[in-house]
T-cell receptor, first 114, second 111 residues
Framework: DSGVTQTPKHLITATGQRVTLRCSPRSGDLSVYWYQQSLDQGLQFLIQYYNGEERAKGNILERFSAQQFPDLHSELNLSSLELGDSALYFC?????????????FGAGTRLSVL | AQSVTQLGSHVSVSEGALVLLRCNYSSSVPPYLFWYVQYPNQGLQLLLKYTTGATLVKGINGFEAEFKKSETSFHLTKPSAHMSDAAEYFCAVGTARQLTFGSGTQLTVLP
């Protein structure tokens, strides 16, 4: 158990809809990262938050947004969903922002857009 | 910019044989390097990491990796494969922003 909790585990929805994925980091970790894993794109970094502030953006679509709350949990919002958004979405957390910090991954949320 | 290349998307070995999974990286700064393992329907679990110091790094489950700067490589090895090692393995370069992952290598262990 990594200590990172993601809910829900599975999400099935229709095109055009909006969903929210939730992540609780390990106790004491201030950084939260979101990644998307798909068959064609592999593991792609989406966005990073540190102590409530956005720190870095990767290949995140404009239809997607995220935030980190004062209690350090994070939510990833996906809107106007398309078939191609079907993927595994991982949250990871680390103690700080250094590249040497270990990122601990949650079990992921599997999103299926029908 | 950082990038990672994993040679061989699928590797098969017999139980008890040597496991060798290849990883080459490109980094504009001294790299922090990681190997993660992903079992079916699970998240990624850290196997080992290299930040500084000793270039031969030992990890969990008998895996180790050697950082070779001259070859820009960080290959993962295990002397004797076990059936439980069957999984997908990812090499990654770490920066303050993110982890950049390779495309992964699916390891199959044959009885």
């Amino acid at each position: 158990d990594s200590g990172v909790t993601q809910t829900p585990k599975h999400l099935i929805t229709a095109t055009g809809q909006r969903v929210t994925l939730r992540c609780s980091p390990r106790s004491g970790d201030l950084s939260v990262y979101w990644y998307q894993q798909s068959l064609d794109q592999g593991l792609q970094f989406l966005i990073q938050y540190y102590n409530g502030e956005e720190r870095a953006k990767g290949n995140i679509l404009e239809r997607f947004s995220a935030q980190q709350f004062p209690d350090l949990h994070s939510e990833l919002n996906l809107s106007s969903l398309e078939l191609g958004d079907s993927a595994l979405y991982f949250c990871a957390s680390s103690a700080g922002t250094s590249g040497k910090n270990i990122q601990y991954f949650g079990a992921g949320t599997r999103l299926s857009v029908l | 910019a950082q990038s990672v290349t994993q040679l061989g998307s699928h590797v098969s070995v017999s139980e008890g044989a040597l496991v060798l999974l290849r990883c080459n990286y490109s980094s504009s700064v001294p790299p922090y390097l990681f190997w993660y393992v992903q079992y079916p329907n699970q998240g990624l679990q850290l196997l080992l990491k290299y930040t500084t110091g000793a270039t031969l790094v030992k990890g969990i489950n008998g895996f180790e990796a050697e950082f070779k700067k001259s070859e820009t490589s960080f290959h993962l090895t295990k002397p004797s494969a076990h059936m439980s090692d069957a999984a997908e393995y990812f090499c990654a370069v770490g920066t303050a922003r993110q982890l950049t992952f390779g495309s992964g290598t699916q390891l199959t262990v044959l009885p």
